[in-house]
């Protein structure tokens, strides 16, 4: 890398692989009123999912936890107010999370 006053250095190259570029979940209806449902593609690695909703602050307004071996949930949004949340989806050591609204 070059400097504006002409000085240069050397730095280490760094290769990032991204394992993929698409999320595991998918939620719908998208927006949605009461219930939301979540699937999933690929294997979970763990036995239980825990499944959380945040707001757009990042603040978790419930957590609840489901069998694995499902390949499809739902879960009650009614009790949320209107605006944008985060679903996120925790099993053993994978972590997903996908965007959807409540109106």
């Known amino acids: 890398m070059v400097d504006l006053d002409g000085t240069y250095s050397y730095s280490n190259i760094v290769l990032l692989k991204m394992l993929s ?9 998208n927006p949605t009123a009461d219930l939301l449902y979540v699937r999933w593609s690929g294997k979970l690695n ?6 959380s909703i945040l707001d757009a602050a990042g603040k ?3 957590t609840s936890t489901y069998p694995s071996d499902q ?6 949004v009614g ?3 209107s605006g944008m949340y985060i679903l996120q989806l925790v099993c ?5 999370q ?3 609204m409540k109106h």
């Open 60 to 62: 978790k307004s419930g």
């Open 21 to 29: 570029d698409k999320s595991l979940l998918t939620v719908f209806p």
């Open 92 to 96: 053993g050591d994978q972590t997903e």
């Open 98 to 100: 996908i965007k959807f």
């Open 79 to 81: 009790h949320l107010s």
């Open 46 to 51: 763990g036995k239980n999912i825990q499944v």
């Open 71 to 76: 390949a499809q949930l739902s879960v009650p």
